[in-house]
């Protein structure tokens, strides 16, 4: 029987985390946690409440209850009961996702619940603090990382293809945001792990990146 493993996938918004760690999770029979979709989710449990401030946010985020479930390969996610995926993916949603993530309180539930699902299971989490402070002994840490403009433009494409037109200005002026506010929170700060593999994928397809990471990941689990 295959050793448990996990795979630590961290970086900035529109690196190509969550493309990759999906390609990445299937070709090892692994399974993906996307945890960006959990502070997501608290994110809009925040805005539905009119919660906000630091001690509001740290107060109500111990009420929800949030939950991961799969439909088939797919993360879906519950908020108190109901499946909120469809309204997690939207420009305001990713802005909220990054201020209730640098609440220490949001932290350390999500903390908890992402800890538990990689008990007894290989998995491949992408995040921002993966390899630093959830899975701090993951059998492969991973910094995938790109240009702000490359990044920019694949969110503004993907955004695009969702049929959600945005300023090319605006989504770039978005991802600078997000970049500043998760590298210089207090609360485990994005950052590369020192025992992480750094990926640039601006010049790379996604292929290309599944591919490294899949070699890399055999190797460390060869070990
Ligand atoms: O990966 P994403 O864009 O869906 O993440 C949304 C926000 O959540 C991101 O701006 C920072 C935060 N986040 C985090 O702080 N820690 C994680 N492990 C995942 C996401």
Redesign the pocket.
Known sequence: MQKVFSIAI?GP??AG??TVAKAVAKRMGAVYL???????TM?LYMKQNGVSGTDGIARASAVPKVEVRFVGDDQHMILDGVDVTGL?RTPEA??L??K???VAEV?ER??AL?REFAEGNSVV??????GTD?LPNATLKIYLTASCEVRARRRHDELRRAGREEPFEKVMADIVE?DY??SH?AA?P?RQAKDAVRVDTSDMTADEVVETIVRLARAAIAG
Request: charged share 30%; glycine share 10%; no cysteine.
């Open positions: 961290d918004a529109g985390k969550s996307d945890t960006g979709a959990m502070y997501r994110g997690i990713s802005i996702a990054s209730v993530s640098a932290r999500m903390v992402q989490m992408d995040g921002r603090d993966i959830v997000r506010n998760d929170r485990s994005m």
